[in-house]
T-cell receptor
């Protein structure tokens, strides 16, 4: 069975602060995919990043960065110099590697509020 | 850009009614999914479809059925709506072709907020 835990249900920061969203997962699979999605108030989930389990290289995309640590089963997401437009619910998700249905297991989500 | 369109943003129905939620995607994706989203629980998979006329139960299929007669359309049906089915429903689609693996991201619609009175 797979499980994704996002322990932070809600985070509030002031604009320009850095913020890290935690994601811890459990799986018996040796190979898998991890994802982050953003859900702004409009409701649509927007895909941010995919990481496969055999690539532990961290990734940076503008103000966003992701830290994948297989040893601790964590895939944390950091926003540097946060902006009001970053306010959203963020979901971490896990998928088996060889799965035709790409069945995603989602965490409970973290609501990020960035105040001006 | 991939477009996944859900027929209604908000819907109010009564207990016992048969409810249809429609989802259409325009990118010829093989896989389609229906989730419900509840506070603190994230997204939970109700049903998914590998391809036309194919369907598989997800984690919480009870009280729901689905239909996929055409590749672009995936319908979720609440056979007899109950108040515990009040939720946000999200449809998603994804390509899955030989050699492209299981890592393609799912693309989501805007969601339907369904209230059962």
């Amino acid at each position: 069975a797979q499980k994704v835990t996002q322990a932070q249900t809600e985070i509030s920061v002031v604009e320009k602060e850095d913020v890290t969203l935690d994601c811890v997962y459990e799986t018996r699979d040796t190979t898998y995919y991890l994802f982050w999605y953003k859900q702004p108030p409009s409701g649509e989930l927007v895909f941010l990043i995919r990481r496969n389990s055999f690539d532990e290289q961290n990734e940076i995309s503008g103000r966003y960065s992701w830290n994948f640590q297989k040893s601790t089963s964590s895939f944390n997401f950091t926003i540097t110099a946060s902006q009001v437009v970053d306010s959203a619910v963020y979901f971490c998700a896990l998928s088996p590697f060889n799965n035709a249905g790409n069945m995603l297991t989602f965490g409970g989500g973290t609501r990020l509020m960035v105040k001006p | 850009d991939v477009k996944v369109t859900q027929s209604s943003r908000y819907l109010v129905k009564r207990t016992g009614e048969k409810v249809f939620l429609e989802c259409v995607q325009d990118m010829d994706h093989e896989n389609m999914f229906w989730y419900r989203q509840d506070p603190g629980l994230g997204l939970r998979l109700i049903y998914f479809s590998y391809d036309v006329k194919m369907k598989e139960k997800g984690d919480i299929p009870e009280g729901y059925s689905v239909s996929r007669e055409k590749k672009e359309r995936f319908s979720l049906i609440l056979e007899s709506a109950s108040t515990n089915q009040t939720s946000m429903y999200l449809c998603a689609s994804r390509t899955f072709r030989a050699g492209r693996g299981a890592g393609q991201p799912q693309h989501f619609g805007d969601g339907t907020r369904l209230s059962i009175l």
